[in-house]
Structures are given as C-alpha cells and as structure tokens.
C-alpha cells in the first residue's frame, strides 16, 4: 500500500487496516523529513493526527471509510484548519462528487471547503503545503 509493505499482524494488534497504517506512515514519513511535531494515529477521537506547523494545530484526516471520515472531519471542524488527505487524484475527485449530492453532511462540508476551513489534498499536495509553510 502506497510503496509501504507491512505485516498482517500489524492490522490485527492495531485493529486497522493497512490502508490506513501505510497512510499515516506516509504522514509520519513527511512530517519527520519536514521537523514537524505530529501525534500517534487514533491518539485522540475526531481525527488521525494533529500536526502543528509554526504553532498552529492542523488536524488531519486519512480518507479511506467516508462513513469514518465525515463525523470526524463534521465534529473537528470547529477546532482550527483541518485536512483531508487522499490518495489520489481520482479519490479525491470522487469526493468533490460526493460535495454535490445535496445530502446534509456533504452540504456542509462544501461550504467548509470553500470556506478554507478544510482542505482536500493528495500526497504530494500535502507534502508540498508542508514544505511552503516551513520556508
């Protein structure tokens, strides 16, 4: 899963997918590389990780269950700036589709989108917004 090999055990000791394991891998990897402080997958509810860039808290979401996803990012939102991370393009176009289908959550989540409150992005986006704010 994304280049990351692991162990099947680790899915069963974690109780997570290794979808997720090697998501939150990848945002350990960025995160190190960058000097960035960030918490433990699942440390706290409504959200994977909480990273702090220049002293500001970004809470991070690992898109994979939208049935996961949407409480989480619809209960974090009113903490600060938080970002969706996904892991491609085509996944994240499919959720701006979901953006449109008129449902309450999506409904919501649109407007926090165009707001800036929460931002869609895939890896290298995310990467890439990292390494700007630390400049």
Same mark, same amino acid.
């Given at each position: 899963?994304?280049?990351?090999?692991?162990?099947?055990?680790?899915?069963?000791?974690?109780?997570?997918?290794?979808?997720?394991?090697?998501?939150?891998?990848?945002?350990?990897?960025?995160?190190?590389?960058?000097?960035?402080?960030?918490?433990?997958?699942?440390?706290?509810?409504?959200?994977?990780?909480?990273?702090?860039?220049?002293?500001?808290?970004?809470?991070?979401?690992?898109?994979?269950?939208?049935?996961?996803?949407?409480?989480?990012?619809?209960?974090?939102?009113?903490?600060?700036?938080?970002?969706?991370?996904?892991?491609?393009?085509?996944?994240?176009?499919?959720?701006?589709?979901?953006?449109?289908?008129?449902?309450?959550?999506?409904?919501?989540?649109?407007?926090?989108?165009?707001?800036?409150?929460?931002?869609?992005?895939?890896?290298? /986006?995310?990467?890439?917004?990292?390494? /700007?704010?630390?400049?």
């Amino acid at each position: 899963e994304l280049d990351y090999y692991g162990l099947s055990s680790w899915e069963k000791e974690t109780a997570r997918g290794m979808r997720q394991l090697a998501f939150f891998r990848k945002l350990r990897d960025i995160c190190i590389n960058s000097a960035v402080p960030f918490n433990p997958l699942g440390k706290e509810a409504g959200y994977d990780s909480r990273i702090t860039v220049i002293g500001q808290d970004m809470y991070v979401h690992l898109y994979d269950e939208p049935g996961r996803v949407i409480p989480n990012l619809l209960s974090s939102v009113s903490k600060g700036l938080n970002i969706l991370v996904f892991e491609d393009d085509g996944e994240k176009d499919s959720f701006y589709e979901y953006l449109s289908t008129g449902s309450p959550e999506a409904s919501v989540l649109k407007l926090e989108v165009q707001a800036g409150s929460v931002l869609l992005q895939t890896w290298p /986006e995310f990467a890439d917004m990292i390494k /700007e704010m630390k400049v």
